[in-house]
């Protein structure tokens, strides 16, 4: 019959094995085939852009400064920051949960009886508890908190990635309006010339009021063109400020023409996503987290330990007549197996099993969608790239276009409306060249977050 409770007691600790297991990566995801064949992609290259510092890869002092003063003024990250700080204290809490629990009660008490002589009766003990992880709860519990931890500092990782995104992409904005601005001022210029010119040419007869009326129609349209240039630059500078976390102020910068495209990019390996990328890194300590929760909720089904004691004085021993001091010493353990529980502990485990599964949907996904961003800024950066190369040759096409219409013009060989024409396609097309290039710079920034950069 003693062999009975020493056969439970072995088969409990067997079955408990799978309690102590660690995390391990699930083997199905496949990631090999994230990326798409690219002529920007240095596939021979195991570096990736994402572990670029972004000093290196925003070399602009000015964009530089304003990253700076982002990641000291964000609120969004300072309270990322917090968030870790709060992980951080739950895991010590967790790591504590091992030790013993001391508790100091001193008490007293005064008693008279019928009036007599009041007689005080004081204890000072200290207790102590402390519960044996025999099955692993508090073991689970700790590396939860470590997981919730980890995936806390991958979010503030997230978020320092898409604030320092962010704030290149605004400035990247402001270059391309001051760039259009500009151009606007210069085509205003022009255009205002031409317009005394006609009237001077309307005076002596060579040309008729409504070419005159149409040139001064057309200055109105820049005009008003031009003014929502500079309200566009002026909210864009006012959302900067509120991304580096300070009141509205002048940003200072460069121009567009000082930005520079890195010739090849090399997007590395899709695995370094699963190291570099924030997000993905922060879903599979979600996936870990919930393995480790899944755990406890299968300890709860063993029993638990528990072992305690006191020590302490008292001035009350019990005799009646003399009423003398001493030490007073306990010791108690106790197990608790739970035996029924209304189906609360199944119940437990089955949302547990739940939730791990929805974490690893959710890390598979993460990983899709980094594979889909990677793809699509790789093709943007050449797509805006081929068309910055057509904008320029067409750019120049209108420009000697432009030259030879306003020839004809003055001979009277060529009417107004081509003239018109050929301007307001040169100052499309010197927008549009200038939109080409900021939009392949937002598509380099693109990647780079893509990749995880910035979150270090």
Same mark, same amino acid.
């Given at each position: ?75 969004? +990250? *300072?309270?990322?920051?917090?968030? $870790?700080? &709060? ?6 809490? /967790?790591? #504590?949960?091992? !030790? ?99 009237? +001077? *040419?309307?005076?002596?007869?060579? $040309?008729? &009021? ?6 001064? /129609?057309? #200055?109105?349209? !820049? ?121 609360? !502990? ?111």
């Amino acid at each position: 019959m003693k062999f009975i409770p020493f056969s439970i007691t072995i088969l409990l600790l067997l079955t408990s094995c799978s309690l102590y297991n660690n995390y391990s990566r699930p083997q199905e995801i496949q990631i090999d085939a994230l990326y798409n064949e690219s002529t920007m992609l240095n596939s021979d290259s195991l570096a990736s852009l994402g572990f670029m510092p972004w000093r290196e890869l925003f070399t602009d002092s000015c964009l530089q400064s304003l990253i700076e003063d982002g990641l000291q003024s964000n609120t969004d +990250l *300072q309270i990322a920051m917090l968030r $870790i700080d &709060e992980a951080q204290a739950g895991l010590s809490a /967790a790591k #504590l949960a091992f !030790l013993p629990s001391l508790t100091f009660s001193p008490n007293g008490a005064i008693t008279s009886v019928n009036g007599g002589k009041a007689s005080q009766i004081y204890e000072i003990p200290v207790s102590l508890t402390w519960e044996i992880d025999i099955f692993g709860k508090l073991r689970n519990s700790k590396k939860e908190q470590q997981m919730q931890l980890l995936g806390q500092q991958a979010y503030a990782g997230a978020v320092q990635s898409e604030l320092i995104a962010s704030i290149a992409n605004s400035y990247y904005a402001l270059l391309m309006l001051d760039g259009q601005i500009e151009i606007s001022t210069q085509t205003i210029y022009l255009w205002r010339e031409q317009v005394r010119t006609m009237e +001077l *040419q309307l005076k002596v007869g060579d $040309i008729r &009021e409504n070419a005159l009326s149409q040139a001064k /129609a057309n #200055l109105e349209e !820049l005009l008003s063109m031009h003014n929502t240039l500079i309200r566009q630059r002026h909210e864009t500078e006012n959302s900067l400020c509120t991304l580096l976390g300070v009141v509205s102020y002048d940003i200072p910068r460069l121009s567009i023409d000082n930005q520079n495209i890195p010739e090849k990019i090399s997007v590395g390996l899709p695995l370094h996503l699963l190291s570099c990328r924030p997000d993905v890194i922060q879903a599979e300590m979600n996936l870990a987290s919930a393995y480790y929760a899944t755990n406890q909720s299968r300890a709860a089904f063993y029993p638990s330990l528990t072992i305690g004691g006191s020590v302490g004085w008292t001035n009350a021993l019990g005799q009646a007549v003399t009423n003398p001091g001493g030490w007073i010493l306990s010791a108690l353990g106790s197990l608790a197996q739970p035996i029924f529980q209304r189906g609360k !502990l199944i119940s437990n485990l089955r949302i547990s099993k739940d939730e791990e599964q929805i974490a690893l949907l959710n890390y598979k996904q993460a990983l899709i969608n980094a594979g889909q961003e990677v793809n699509d800024a790789l093709y943007a950066i050449e797509s805006y790239g081929n068309d910055y190369s057509f904008h320029k040759n067409q750019c120049s096409a209108l420009e000697r276009t432009v030259k030879s219409n306003e020839l004809l013009f003055r001979t009277n060989n060529a009417t107004y409306l081509e003239l018109l024409t050929s301007r307001q396609n040169l100052l499309n097309s010197r927008l549009n060249l200038i939109a080409d290039r900021v939009s392949q710079l937002q598509a380099v920034v693109k990647l780079y977050k893509a990749l995880g950069g910035g979150a270090k």
